[in-house]
Nanobody
Framework: QVQLVESGGGLVQAGGSLRLSCAASGRAFSSYAVGWFRQAPGKEREFVAA????????DYADSVKGRFTISRDNAKNTVYLQMNSLKPEDTAVYYC????????????????WGQGTQVTVSS
């Protein structure tokens, strides 16, 4: 079992930056791939980024490539999402998710999910 807690959300102006954190409790965090998803009001949840168990593999949605960077520190049981050049359309609740399989995380089928953190980008 893995418990995930997101933090770092907030209100930022367009062009600004935020860093989200996903802190995990439970055993063997390094055995899990982790991803970030987001859901805006009235829209479906969408994939943002994912990172493999060891951190050597990553995947990004086209909409965030070149602006967002996912990373992890397994010693701290934490995954980060550095978000730069934020746009109003990035406004959403951001969730982290974990699963033993990287492709399962990317597809949205992860076993474990956090409660989310709100990101609001003003124009």
């Amino acid at each position: 079992q893995v418990q995930l807690v997101e933090s770092g959300g907030g209100l930022v102006q367009a062009g600004g930056s935020l860093r989200l954190s996903c802190a995990a409790s439970g055993r063997a965090f390094s055995s899990y791939a982790v991803g970030w998803f987001r859901q805006a009001p009235g829209k479906e949840r969408e994939f943002v980024a994912a990172i493999s168990r060891g951190g050597g593999g990553t995947d990004y949605a086209d909409s965030v490539k070149g602006r967002f960077t996912i990373s992890r520190d397994n010693a701290k049981n934490t995954v980060y999402l550095q978000m730069n050049s934020l746009k109003p359309e990035d406004t959403a609740v951001y969730y982290c998710a974990a699963d033993s399989l990287f492709r399962t995380v990317v597809s949205g089928g992860a076993d474990y999910w956090g409660q989310g953190t709100q990101v609001t980008v003003s124009s």
